[in-house]
């Protein structure tokens, strides 16, 4: 019975980490389904330092011919790194994979939520 608990929990535990590892591939202009609808909190500040990155996304790779043994590879794409410091002071970290001419001392949104974002703020007073 113990087994199966934990077999249970590790199959849910592994689906999730799927899901969410999936998730973190959406550029900041795209949406997962699960997020349309959903309220997020958003905090405005300024871009204090960008700089750019590579991400890397592992992937399982699979194959019908039992020859050839399963692995993983590994997705390599580049991104940025904002530093962002809110109007209360507090300062953030946020990568992401799409550049949106963002630019440092530019007014912005961090819009959190499953996929922590920023983008630029327009309604801002310079």
């Known amino acids: 019975m113990m087994i199966k608990k934990i077999s ?9 980490l799927v899901f969410s590892g999936c998730a973190k591939d959406l550029p900041p202009g795209s949406y997962d389904a699960s997020e349309v609808g959903k309220v997020k909190k958003v905090v405005p ?13 592992k992937k399982a790779q699979t194959s019908d ?35 949106l001419k963002l ?16 983008v630029a703020d327009e309604g801002s007073d310079d």
Not at 10 to 15: D, K, V
Not at 103 to 118: A, C, E, M, P, S
């Open 103 to 118: 630019k440092v001392k530019q007014h912005v949104l961090v819009i959190y939520g499953g996929n922590t974002r920023i």
């Open 8 to 16: 249970l929990f590790t199959a849910f535990a592994s689906l999730c």
């Open 65 to 99: 011919d039992p020859s050839v043994p399963a692995g993983d590879s590994v997705k390599r794409t580049h991104g940025y790194e904002f530093i962002v410091k809110l109007n209360d002071g507090d300062i953030v970290s946020v990568a992401q994979d799409e550049d």
């Open 45 to 57: 500040g300024v871009i204090i330092s960008k700089r750019p990155i590579n991400i890397f996304a």
